[in-house]
């Protein structure tokens, strides 16, 4: 898949555009999310969990890791949400403990996994990649891109 890019005026308009794009995702999917801090990403993630009706308070889990949710899929599906911030991880060693290699590949759940750069080497094959960035001439703008990762297909290309 293409990479397709969307700019965002508001905190507000990035939460849309964290709905709209929940309608894609499936039972199994991971979505890792990179930007600077205080880029949106959580905002983005609210916007999943709005759409997969997440009663509960969406909030950052930089000091808890990992958040879960109950949520819904629109065919009625009950499914888990699983929030992770590896913000705070300074050793690849440190994802054993918190369960993260069982969270990943758990395939009844949605994984929104946010600064997946200190989990390269635990990441499945195929993922979504959301990446942040604000916009230099407005402080609220921000170009948000939105890909499908596949080492598979990247390993068949000539």
Request: hydrophobic share 35%; charged share 25%.
């Amino acid at each position: 898949m293409n990479e397709e890019v969307v700019r965002t005026n508001s905190r507000d308009e990035t939460i849309l555009q964290g709905e709209q794009f929940a309608a894609r995702l499936l039972k199994g999917d991971l979505v890792v999310l990179s930007g600077d801090l205080g880029a949106g990403k959580t905002e983005f993630v609210k916007g999943i969990c709005h759409f997969l009706a997440v009663e509960d308070l969406v909030t950052s889990p930089t000091f808890t890791i990992i958040n879960q949710y109950n949520g819904e899929m629109p065919s009625g599906d009950a499914v888990k949400v699983y929030h992770v911030d590896l913000y705070r991880i300074e050793k690849p060693e440190e994802l054993l403990t918190i369960g993260f290699d069982d969270m990943v590949f758990a395939h009844d759940a949605i994984k929104l996994v946010e600064w997946p750069e200190q989990a390269q080497h635990h990441l499945p094959d195929t993922y979504w990649r959301v990446q942040i960035q604000q916009v230099d001439t407005d402080d609220s703008a921000r170009d948000i891109h939105i890909s499908k990762h596949s080492t598979i297909e990247a390993n068949q290309q000539p």
